[in-house]
Protein backbone atom coordinates (compact mmCIF):
# COMPACT_ATOMS: atom_id res chain seq x y z
CA UNK A 1 0.00 0.00 0.00
CA UNK A 2 1.25 3.17 -0.98
CA UNK A 3 1.74 6.07 1.96
CA UNK A 4 -0.99 8.96 1.71
CA UNK A 5 -0.17 12.06 -0.27
CA UNK A 6 -1.42 15.60 0.45
CA UNK A 7 -3.73 16.87 -1.53
CA UNK A 8 -1.59 19.94 -3.42
CA UNK A 9 1.23 17.11 -4.30
CA UNK A 10 -1.70 15.01 -6.11
CA UNK A 11 -3.13 18.27 -7.86
CA UNK A 12 0.51 19.14 -9.04
CA UNK A 13 1.26 15.38 -10.45
CA UNK A 14 -2.24 15.77 -12.11
CA UNK A 15 -0.20 18.94 -13.98
CA UNK A 16 2.60 16.68 -15.28
CA UNK A 17 3.01 16.68 -18.30
CA UNK A 18 3.77 12.84 -18.65
CA UNK A 19 0.68 10.80 -19.33
CA UNK A 20 2.19 7.99 -16.83
CA UNK A 21 2.98 10.31 -13.89
CA UNK A 22 -0.74 11.30 -14.31
CA UNK A 23 -2.58 7.53 -15.23
CA UNK A 24 -0.89 6.65 -11.71
CA UNK A 25 -3.07 9.07 -9.87
CA UNK A 26 -6.30 6.89 -11.13
CA UNK A 27 -5.06 4.37 -9.43
CA UNK A 28 -4.09 5.95 -5.97
CA UNK A 29 -6.59 5.47 -3.79
CA UNK A 30 -5.89 8.58 -1.98
CA UNK A 31 -6.71 10.77 -5.35
CA UNK A 32 -9.74 12.65 -4.87
CA UNK A 33 -12.71 11.94 -7.09
CA UNK A 34 -12.81 15.00 -8.78
CA UNK A 35 -9.37 14.84 -9.62
CA UNK A 36 -9.56 11.34 -10.67
CA UNK A 37 -12.30 12.62 -13.05
CA UNK A 38 -10.40 15.66 -14.16
CA UNK A 39 -7.36 13.86 -15.04
CA UNK A 40 -8.98 10.92 -16.87
CA UNK A 41 -10.63 13.48 -18.61
CA UNK A 42 -7.69 15.13 -19.86
CA UNK A 43 -5.69 11.80 -21.14
CA UNK A 44 -8.84 10.48 -22.84
CA UNK A 45 -8.87 14.34 -24.97
CA UNK A 46 -5.09 13.80 -25.45
CA UNK A 47 -5.59 10.38 -26.77
CA UNK A 48 -8.70 11.50 -28.26
CA UNK A 49 -6.60 13.78 -30.48
CA UNK A 50 -4.17 11.35 -31.36
CA UNK A 51 -1.45 11.74 -28.61
CA UNK A 52 -0.04 7.83 -28.40
CA UNK A 53 1.11 8.50 -24.80
CA UNK A 54 -2.17 9.48 -23.15
CA UNK A 55 -3.79 6.17 -25.08
CA UNK A 56 -0.89 3.59 -23.83
CA UNK A 57 -0.87 5.38 -20.14
CA UNK A 58 -5.10 4.64 -20.26
CA UNK A 59 -4.39 1.05 -21.56
CA UNK A 60 -2.18 1.03 -18.99
CA UNK A 61 -4.85 2.12 -15.85
CA UNK A 62 -7.55 -0.71 -17.88
CA UNK A 63 -5.10 -3.84 -17.44
CA UNK A 64 -4.63 -2.70 -14.11
CA UNK A 65 -7.63 -2.24 -13.08
CA UNK A 66 -8.64 -5.96 -14.75
CA UNK A 67 -6.62 -8.31 -12.43
CA UNK A 68 -5.41 -9.43 -15.94
CA UNK A 69 -1.40 -9.40 -16.80
CA UNK A 70 -0.14 -8.68 -20.34
CA UNK A 71 0.88 -12.05 -20.11
CA UNK A 72 -3.13 -13.59 -20.63
CA UNK A 73 -4.34 -14.71 -23.58
CA UNK A 74 -7.75 -13.04 -24.84
CA UNK A 75 -10.52 -13.86 -23.40
Request: hydrophobic residues 45%; proline residues 8%.
Given at each position: M????P?E?L??????P???????????A??PA?L???V?????A??A?G??AA?N??A?V????SG??A?????
Amino acid sequence: MTEPMPAEALAALADDPSPDIRANLLLRADTPAELRYQVHAALAAEAAAGDRAAENALAWVRLSRSGRTACDGPE
